[in-house]
């Protein structure tokens, strides 16, 4: 009888000790899940607000000059809130993303808000660039560089479009492991290039009014706007590819996983809230009712 309650006993801990194990580890579950939660909703709160304000933004940029079509001021505003409103759509419906097959839709999901973020802020460079060339050629209109924006943009999608479609058809894990990395590295090239597009043409804008004369109208906020733009693109897109090539090669750094839910918030907040909600700040200003010339309507 004392051997049968020794044995007794010792079962009846055994059990007591699994069960405080699993307890705490299903405790450890909840936390680990209500943090990953609460960071995807505050992310797409975010990109929610700044959406809004693009919207907000363009209305009220065609409320204030109806007669125009689609300028570069409001094709931006519009690339703004689809990028905005993409990303915030994806990060509501995170954890469901992560049941999507094939896997390929998961990372379609994730990476077109991103090609969306480039092609809004490569759209600013290219206004820029033609201000620049307008500038130093008044009587030869820089009319190349509309199609090369075109053709980098198409090129771009193209690219990844067929990156995607080859993913989907990999069967090989290891080939899909390297397919993956490689994309990683492809969106690390694109982001250099948005970063040396505001480098270069941002530079060359910045030096070209810090010439005019200390009394032109304008001169000194237009100064303080190109600089802060330039300085706050080239940032955040070489941010961007830094931290996008790093990620490729260390699993421990791996953004966009929903294992990593802080990593993922801080990436987002450097790379493009913080930037969007900047950039927006600074060219929040609305074109004039009734311009007298038909030049480029200003990003400002």
């Avoid at 600013?124 to 943009?153: C, D, G, K, M």
Wanted: aromatic share 12%.
């Amino acid at each position: 009888m004392g051997r049968f309650g020794m044995e007794h006993g010792g079962e009846s801990a055994l059990f007591w000790d699994f069960f405080a194990h699993s307890s705490a580890y299903t405790a450890e579950e909840s936390k680990e899940r209500a943090l990953e939660n609460g960071c995807d909703i505050t992310i797409a709160l975010m990109y929610g607000i700044v959406a809004v304000v693009a919207l907000v933004q363009l209305i009220r940029i065609q409320v204030r000059v109806p007669e125009y079509g689609w300028t570069t001021q409001k094709v931006f505003h519009l690339l703004n809130f689809l990028c905005s409103g993409a990303r915030c759509g994806v990060m509501t419906l995170r954890r469901p993303l992560e049941a999507l097959h094939p896997h390929v839709f998961r990372m379609i999901a994730l990476d077109l808000p991103g090609l969306l973020f480039f092609s809004t802020y490569s759209l600013l460079v290219l206004f820029w660039a033609e201000i620049y060339h307008q500038a130093r050629r008044p009587n030869s209109p820089p009319t190349h560089l509309r199609p090369a924006f075109v053709a980098i943009n198409c090129g771009v999608y193209a690219l990844q479009i067929a990156m995607w479609i080859y993913l989907s058809l990999v069967s090989s894990p290891s080939q899909a492991h390297l397919l993956k990395i490689l994309i990683a590295c492809f969106i690390a090239v694109v982001s250099s290039m948005a970063a040396a597009g505001f480098t270069l043409y941002g530079g060359r804008l910045f030096i070209m009014l810090r010439r005019f004369p200390v009394q032109s109208p304008g001169r000194r906020k237009k100064l303080k706007e190109v600089g802060c733009v330039t300085s706050i693109c080239t940032t955040c897109f070489t941010a961007r590819a830094v931290i996008i090539a790093y990620s490729a090669f260390h699993l421990s750094a791996e953004i966009d996983v929903i294992s990593h839910p802080v990593l993922n918030l801080v990436y987002y907040l450097a790379v493009e809230l913080v930037p969007s909600a900047l950039v927006l700040f600074i060219l929040r200003k609305l074109p004039p009712k009734h311009p007298k010339n038909g030049g480029y309507q200003q990003i400002s």
